[in-house]
């Protein structure tokens, strides 16, 4: 499964140099569907796949311009991984240091917005 992951991130990588968030998301709610089906309950590997693929919507949800989508996904992907890769994990890491730059970033621009 993890050949095949790192394949579709790949081929939404290329569906991105396009800016065609719609389709990227599409593809990712794709993977998501696949990882939370019921023949992977109880899986660590696919628990933690997830969180990085909650992440990678995350992303794209930033880059779409869609920050009220993008919000969630970040705190979902960081209580995902941190549960299930620990605290100090790099991949859990990687989530919260996005998460927290993002999170200034909108802050900064809802704040220029209501002034």
Same mark, same amino acid.
């Given at each position: 499964? !993890?050949?095949? !992951?790192?394949?579709?991130?790949?081929?939404?990588?290329?569906?991105?140099?396009?800016?065609? !968030?719609?389709?990227?998301?599409?593809?990712?709610?794709?993977?998501?569907?696949?990882?939370?089906?019921?023949?992977?309950?109880?899986?660590?590997?696919?628990?933690?796949?997830?969180?990085?693929?909650?992440?990678?919507?995350?992303?794209?949800?930033?880059?779409?311009?869609?920050?009220?989508?993008?919000?969630?996904?970040?705190?979902?992907?960081?209580?995902?991984?941190?549960?299930?890769?620990?605290?100090?994990?790099?991949?859990?890491?990687?989530?919260?240091?996005?998460?927290?730059?993002?999170?200034?970033?909108?802050?900064?621009?809802?704040?220029?917005?209501?002034?």
């Amino acid at each position: 499964f !993890y050949s095949a !992951y790192i394949s579709l991130t790949r081929a939404i990588l290329l569906i991105l140099q396009t800016n065609d !968030y719609t389709a990227a998301n599409q593809e990712f709610e794709t993977i998501l569907k696949s990882i939370r089906s019921p023949k992977n309950i109880g899986n660590s590997d696919m628990r933690n796949m997830e969180g990085i693929t909650l992440h990678n919507m995350a992303v794209v949800n930033l880059l779409a311009g869609k920050y009220d989508v993008a919000l969630p996904l970040f705190q979902d992907a960081v209580r995902i991984k941190k549960a299930f890769l620990g605290y100090d994990h790099p991949e859990v890491a990687v989530s919260i240091i996005s998460f927290r730059v993002f999170k200034r970033f909108f802050f900064f621009i809802w704040a220029m917005w209501t002034d």
